[in-house]
T-cell receptor, first 114, second 114 residues
Framework: SAVISQKPSRDICQRGTSLTIQCQVDSQVTMMFWYRQQPGQSLTLIATANQGSEATYESGFVIDKFPISRPNLTFSTLTVSNMSPEDSSIYLC???????????FGEGSRLTVL | GENVEQHPSTLSVQEGDSAVIKCTYSDSASNYFPWYKQELGKRPQLIIDIRSNVGEKKDQRIAVTLNKTAKHFSLHITETQPEDSAVYFCAASTRAGGGNKLTFGTGTQLKVEL
């Protein structure tokens, strides 16, 4: 398994500002993903973070709102831009390691937008 | 895209009883079906998974069954204990590159009562 660290673990943000979440994995991974989990809801895939190239976004998510970087195999960032209260959620970094492709999650970053 | 439905949304059982959670999926190309347990305020944790070449898999008190023809799979927990209380998510995937891009069900809140 992989150990996935995220920061910040939580933050309170003002409307209109942007916040960048960092994700670090302790071993080389094949794929990295960013999920959103709204309060009491399931997990929704935002995008696949591709090393050295633009992320692949799911329907309903766009690069201008959620820019993602992945400069190397073990690190990725997600920025939530121009935040509104509707962006209040838990953002989860995830990664797969090895040929079995099991998906592991970071602890999540809980954002509250006022 | 893939659509995963999960039932029931809440499940209450007495300690020692069995619990069953059921999921259906829409994409016949899906071939990997993990189950995650999420305790309050914690990250989702992989508890068991099954691949399409297997009909059943068991790990101590937990088992998963898969019916590819009907496109449904189920989680069975026997001899439930209070620490089994959590939200359980099923997921389905067609492999994306070297890893698994997962679509999650809506979750089941399991409560094990003393």
């Amino acid at each position: 398994s992989a150990v996935i660290s995220q920061k910040p673990s939580r933050d309170i943000c003002q409307r209109g500002t942007s916040l960048t979440i960092q994700c670090q994995v302790d071993s080389q991974v094949t794929m990295m993903f960013w999920y959103r989990q709204q309060p009491g809801q399931s997990l929704t895939l935002i995008a696949t973070a591709n090393q050295g190239s633009e992320a692949t976004y799911e329907s309903g998510f766009v690069i201008d709102k959620f820019p993602i970087s992945r400069p190397n195999l073990t690190f990725s960032t997600l920025t939530v831009s121009n935040m509104s209260p509707e962006d209040s959620s838990i953002y989860l970094c995830s990664a797969t390691t090895g040929p079995t492709g099991e998906l592991f999650f970071g602890e999540g970053s809980r954002l509250t937008v006022l | 895209g893939e659509n995963v439905e999960q039932h029931p949304s809440t499940l209450s059982v007495q300690e020692g009883d069995s619990a069953v959670i059921k999921c259906t999926y829409s994409d016949s190309a899906s071939n990997y079906f993990p189950w995650y347990k999420q305790e309050l305020g914690k990250r989702p944790q992989l508890i068991i998974d099954i691949r399409s070449n297997v009909g059943e898999k068991k790990d101590q008190r937990i088992a998963v069954t898969l019916n590819k023809t009907a496109k449904h799979f189920s989680l069975h927990i026997t001899e439930t204990q209070p620490e089994d209380s959590a939200v359980y998510f099923c997921a389905a995937s067609t492999r994306a590159g070297g890893g698994n891009k997962l679509t999650f069900g809506t979750g089941t809140q399991l409560k094990v009562e003393l």
